[in-house]
Antibody, heavy 119, light 110 residues
């Protein structure tokens, strides 16, 4: 059973880069089975898909975030990473990493990490 | 504004049955599998239904999913107070080349 755990700064200043890591255990991030997603949820609001990376390294990004976004994997550390550049207060949210398959998103979820964008 | 439409809230008494709808269009629900998620406030979402109607291991058969055309439905029978949560539908959108979620439906068990 996969286990996912997000980590990173809880406070980021406006215009800076938000960087989060998702550590994966119970399976290999380079497995030819899984897709790896980032999803976020602003306080009191619904889920917003940020993007995903496939086992082959193909990335798919939310069009509204694409210009600021990088999702990558570090196979040596079995980690997934997220970078969002030039953040604003609108990027304040709980950020989740999740893993699924080609036909389903989010079979496994991390517990989420709150990131606040504030000066 | 999401491309998937859900009612903001539904309610029913314990033991009753409730359905939650998710309406989309051809590029999303019409052409792709639908998943459903349950999120108890303060916790991470949990996958309830994938590939329109399949349940992951451990999800009771009180939860069911269906899809017809460009709409999908989540059904919950034998409602329990523990079912109070927000429910989201999700699918891939071929036009956006992106995964999309519905706006979420808050279930209240009276």
């Amino acid at each position: 059973q996969l286990q996912l755990h997000e980590s990173g700064p809880g406070l980021v200043k406006p215009s800076e880069t938000l960087s989060l890591t998702c550590s994966v255990s119970g399976g290999s991030i380079s497995s030819s089975v899984y897709y790896w997603d980032w999803i976020r949820q602003p306080p009191g609001k619904g889920l917003e898909w940020i993007g995903k990376i496939s086992y082959s390294g193909n990335t798919y990004y939310n069009p509204s975030l694409k210009s600021r976004l990088t999702i990558s994997v570090d196979t040596s550390k079995n980690q997934l990473s997220l970078k969002i550049m030039s953040v604003t207060v609108a990027d304040t949210a709980v950020y989740y990493c999740a893993s699924g398959f080609s036909t389903s998103l989010g079979n496994y979820w991390g517990q989420g990490t709150l990131v606040i964008v504030s000066s | 504004q999401s491309v998937l439409t859900q009612p903001p809230s539904v309610s029913a008494a314990p033991g009753q049955t409730v359905t939650i709808s998710c309406s989309g269009s051809s590029p999303n629900i019409g052409d792709n599998y639908v998943s459903w998620y349950q999120q108890v406030p303060g916790t991470a979402p949990k996958l309830l239904i994938f590939e329109n109607y399949k349940r992951p291991s451990g999800i009771p058969d009180r939860f069911s999913g269906s899809k017809s055309g460009t709409s999908a439905t989540l059904g919950i029978t034998g409602l329990q107070t523990g079912d109070e949560a927000d429910y989201y539908c999700g699918t891939w959108d071929n036009s956006l080349s992106a995964d999309v979620f519905g706006v979420g439906t808050q279930l209240t068990v009276l």
